[in-house]
């Protein structure tokens, strides 16, 4: 790793902006003509303090976890990927463990600054401060989930899945411990980027929540609609027309200084649904707000640090197609590229800077489209 410290030089390092989202493969896709592996996002822990209902990874928790594989291999890994740009640590709650904070984390932020490339993580922090602390020096963006408009609500949503009573106080504590360390986070420089899922239980209150999450001092705020798989798979699932509502409300109150990123949405340039075009051409034209094409298999692989196993998404149901320990991640991506699955969803409309569905949005509103012959409708 002979990466200079000099790129680490903050002031060199372009802004995180609706501009430059080094996260949206639409990026790599323009900048290479082909889709190419420059994200990786690793799994670092299936502990958590919290069972939420929506979760997308609920059924990996767990109450006592093995041992990782070792760092070096993570970190020869990462070395070898051509054009990487981005990292991101996820779990369960990822810095559950001070030893993995310690030993994982702040080692894969250190690394990613050395040469450049932009992090994230994902937490609930609602944990002591001092753990994200030792983080913030090292780290681009700290993602966490915001869908509540009380701590009733984080009470009810945080612990549903839970197999023990959690008392309203304690989660209380918990939710003021999250909001006052999403503001010093925010105020030590880390942008603070607060996700809320449109979902049975959001769609109405959608810009309530918005309002505590400009108030907790996030600099952006990102939507996506809920898809229950998995862990979730029991929950309501909304329609197109509910979420389209959601969204149009949301544009109607936001606050315009705020960034407002959406991914993951149901919604393309080909429909031959007018209304949910004119909301496309609606987000592509408000100022401060992008959509952000989704990463899974098209610029990112997630990788599970306790087995090794190499995955399209952290959640989804396709099975692991390579092992840090025999594969080089670039290769695996290049398999995944070539199969048959990524195939039928890999369409491109330049015009819309579009670069098509999610396997899950397939899945839940396109089983029986094929993309591969559509196109944008531009009017
Ligand atoms: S890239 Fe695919 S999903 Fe996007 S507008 Fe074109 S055909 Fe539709």
Same mark, same amino acid.
């Given at each position: 790793?002979?990466?200079?410290?000099?790129?680490?030089?903050?002031?060199?390092?372009?802004?995180?902006?609706?501009?430059?989202?080094?996260?949206?493969? *639409?990026?790599?896709?323009?900048?290479?003509?082909?889709?190419?592996?420059?994200?990786?996002?690793? #799994?670092?822990?299936?502990?958590?303090?919290?069972?939420?209902? +929506?979760? =997308?990874?609920?059924?990996?928790?767990?109450?006592?976890?093995?041992?990782?594989?070792?760092?070096?291999?993570?970190?020869?890994?990462?070395?070898?990927?051509? +054009?990487?740009?981005?990292?991101?640590?996820?779990?369960?709650?990822?810095?559950?463990?001070? #030893?993995?904070?310690?030993?994982?984390?702040?080692?894969?932020?250190?690394?990613?600054?050395?040469?450049?490339?932009?992090?994230?993580?994902?937490?609930?922090?609602?944990?002591?401060?001092?753990?994200?602390?030792?983080?913030?020096?090292?780290?681009?963006?700290?993602?966490?989930?915001?869908?509540?408009?009380?701590?009733?609500?984080?009470?009810?949503?945080?612990? =549903?899945?839970? $197999?023990?009573?959690?008392?309203?106080?304690?989660?209380?504590?918990?939710?003021?411990?999250?909001?006052?360390?999403?503001?010093?986070?925010?105020? =030590?420089?880390?942008?603070?980027?607060?996700?809320?899922?449109?979902?049975?239980? #959001?769609?109405?209150? *959608?810009?309530?929540? +918005?309002?505590?999450? *400009?108030? @907790?001092?996030?600099?952006?705020?990102?939507?996506?609609?809920?898809?229950?798989?998995?862990?979730?798979?029991?929950?309501? @699932?909304?329609?197109?027309?509910?979420?389209?509502?959601?969204?149009?409300?949301?544009?109607?109150?936001?606050?315009?200084?705020?960034? @407002?990123?959406?991914?993951?949405?149901?919604?393309?340039?080909?429909?031959?649904?007018?209304?949910?075009?004119?909301? &496309?051409?609606?987000?592509?034209?408000?100022?401060?707000?992008?959509?952000?094409? !989704?990463?899974?298999?098209?610029?990112?692989?997630?990788?599970?640090?306790?087995?090794?196993?190499?995955?399209?998404?952290?959640?989804?149901?396709?099975?692991?197609?390579?092992?840090?320990?025999?594969?080089?991640?670039?290769?695996?991506?290049?398999?995944? &590229? $070539?199969?048959? &699955?990524?195939?039928?969803?890999?369409? +491109?409309?330049? =015009?819309?800077?579009?670069?098509?569905?999610?396997?899950?949005?397939?899945?839940?509103?396109?089983?029986? !489209?094929?993309?591969?012959?559509?196109?944008? *409708?531009?009017?």
């Amino acid at each position: 790793m002979n990466h200079i410290l000099a790129l680490n030089d903050l002031h060199n390092r372009q802004e995180l902006s609706p501009t430059y989202d080094p996260w949206d493969p *639409i990026r790599s896709l323009q900048q290479h003509g082909r889709h190419v592996l420059t994200s990786v996002e690793m #799994t670092v822990s299936n502990l958590c303090n919290m069972r939420c209902e +929506h979760c =997308a990874v609920g059924d990996t928790l767990v109450m006592v976890e093995p041992a990782k594989m070792p760092l070096d291999l993570m970190l020869r890994r990462l070395d070898e990927v051509e +054009h990487l740009e981005t990292i991101s640590i996820t779990g369960g709650e990822p810095s559950f463990s001070a #030893t993995t904070v310690r030993d994982y984390m702040v080692p894969l932020l250190r690394y990613a600054r050395s040469r450049g490339i932009r992090s994230q993580i994902n937490s609930n922090v609602t944990l002591d401060y001092k753990r994200y602390e030792q983080l913030a020096p090292y780290l681009d963006v700290m993602h966490i989930s915001f869908n509540y408009t009380s701590a009733d609500d984080f009470h009810q949503v945080g612990f =549903a899945k839970a $197999n023990h009573a959690v008392s309203k106080e304690t989660a209380a504590k918990m939710y003021e411990r999250m909001i006052d360390n999403a503001r010093r986070l925010s105020e =030590a420089g880390v942008l603070v980027s607060a996700e809320s899922m449109i979902n049975f239980r #959001t769609h109405h209150k *959608i810009d309530e929540i +918005h309002q505590l999450i *400009i108030e @907790m001092g996030c600099k952006r705020h990102e939507v996506h609609p809920m898809y229950p798989s998995s862990f979730a798979k029991d929950l309501p @699932m909304l329609s197109r027309e509910e979420m389209r509502a959601a969204i149009e409300k949301l544009l109607d109150t936001r606050d315009k200084s705020v960034w @407002m990123l959406f991914g993951t949405l149901p919604f393309f340039r080909c429909s031959t649904n007018a209304e949910e075009r004119q909301l &496309l051409a609606r987000l592509a034209s408000e100022p401060n707000v992008t959509v952000r094409n !989704d990463p899974d298999g098209r610029n990112r692989l997630n990788v599970n640090l306790f087995t090794g196993d190499v995955f399209v998404t952290d959640f989804s149901d396709v099975p692991a197609f390579g092992n840090i320990e025999k594969d080089r991640l670039d290769d695996v991506f290049g398999r995944w &590229l $070539n199969g048959s &699955l990524a195939q039928a969803i890999d369409c +491109h409309c330049p =015009a819309a800077s579009c670069c098509g569905p999610n396997l899950l949005v397939k899945d839940m509103y396109y089983r029986e !489209d094929n993309f591969l012959e559509r196109s944008a *409708i531009i009017e």
